[in-house]
């Protein structure tokens, strides 16, 4: 694997700075660009663990603390790990914030990290690819349907209420997606029930949106995330597997 750098930055919004994380392969040259949208529990050390892989393997990657508004990261104390009892303590501080980050705000916020990116002097010019974790999935599909133009590859993992019967529930942007998507689910999520994943199938196939949808067996909510209860080795590496699949034949 390569090594990397990585480095806090700052990135003016309408609504303030966003504090962020910066890390892409340790040479000169320019490399296609990420934006990856952090899970609940925000921009933290395992996050940026997760950037620097992806970094590695030949990225540059750009991690917005999306809670910006409440404050820098880490937004909310946080235990070095997350069990379920530390998980519901966390979520009563999160869930405000999440619901405070509505489609108009956090797709306003979109647009200036894709034009932060366009102007990041280690990121070649072009479509970006994205992947996002929890709400962060739900982030990467309104963020490829908005900004479609822009958007090479979106993957979500975990997503959370992706499909909901809401008038404004992410998969409604699927008419508007140009990019390829990826979704890899965790089995028998709470967050988004078959009914869900379902309900998202049926929208991009209607659209032809080209895509591909697995259901992880065994895997929980938050899968990926080592810092947590959730995490699941085997379903982790073959998210990564996924991911760098999908931007290696489009970015």
Known sequence: ????????????????????????????????????????????????????????AGYTVLVPNVFYRHGRAPVVDLPEFLDPTARSAVFEHIAPMAQELTPERAMRDAGTYLDWLASCAQATDGPVGITGYCLGAGLALRTAGTHPGRVAAAAGFHGAFLATEAPDSPHTVAGQVTAELYFGHADQDHALPPEQIERLDKALNEAGVRHRTEVYPGAQHGYTQADTSAYDAEAAERHWAALLDLFGRTL
């Open 1 to 56: 694997m390569a090594a990397v750098r990585g480095t806090a930055v700052d990135i003016p919004t309408q609504d303030g700075i966003a504090d962020a994380y910066l890390v892409h392969p340790d040479d000169t040259d320019r490399h296609p660009a990420v934006l990856l949208y952090m899970d609940a529990f925000g921009l933290r050390p395992h996050l940026r663990g997760m950037a620097d892989r992806l970094a590695a």
